[in-house]
């Protein structure tokens, strides 16, 4: 089992950028696991918010199209996602994903379609 940890969390203001990052460990191949970026804020169901397969490609919500970018990079087994012209509404706890049921390939961005989470990163934009 994959182990997950997310960093790169903090407060910013409106307008402002933030990188997240997600070191993996404990994996028989990081190649072959679907990555992905999920959010939960308050009082809501956690969403997906951009997934990488095993060859760079990538999907992604559509709240978040042109202003995030994920990225991975399998030789440091490592996964980003740059958060750029941040709105309030992106403050939420933000977590880490990986799936190896497709062989790194990835269906959706559906919690259901990963198997394994960080403890996740908390982004907070202030208006």
């Known amino acids: 089992q994959v182990q997950l940890v997310e960093s790169g969390g903090g407060s910013v203001q409106a307008g402002g950028s933030l990188r997240l990052s997600c070191a993996a460990s404990?994996?028989?191949?990081?190649?072959?696991?679907?990555m992905g970026w999920f959010r939960q804020a308050p009082g809501k169901e956690r969403e997906g918010v951009a997934s990488?397969?095993?060859?760079?490609?990538?999907r992604y919500a559509d709240s978040v199209k042109g202003r995030f970018t994920i990225s991975r990079d399998n030789v440091k087994s490592t996964l980003s996602l740059q958060m750029n012209s941040l709105e309030p509404e992106d403050t939420a706890m933000y977590y880490c994903?990986?799936?190896?049921?497709?062989?790194?390939?990835?269906?959706?961005?559906?919690?259901?379609?990963?198997?394994?989470w960080g403890q996740g990163t908390q982004v907070t934009v202030s208006s």
């Open positions: 994903a990986a799936d190896r049921r497709r062989g790194g390939y990835c269906y959706s961005l559906e919690a259901y379609e990963f198997n394994s």
């Open positions: 990488i397969d095993r060859d760079g490609g990538t």
């Open positions: 404990g994996y028989v191949s990081y190649y072959h696991y679907c």
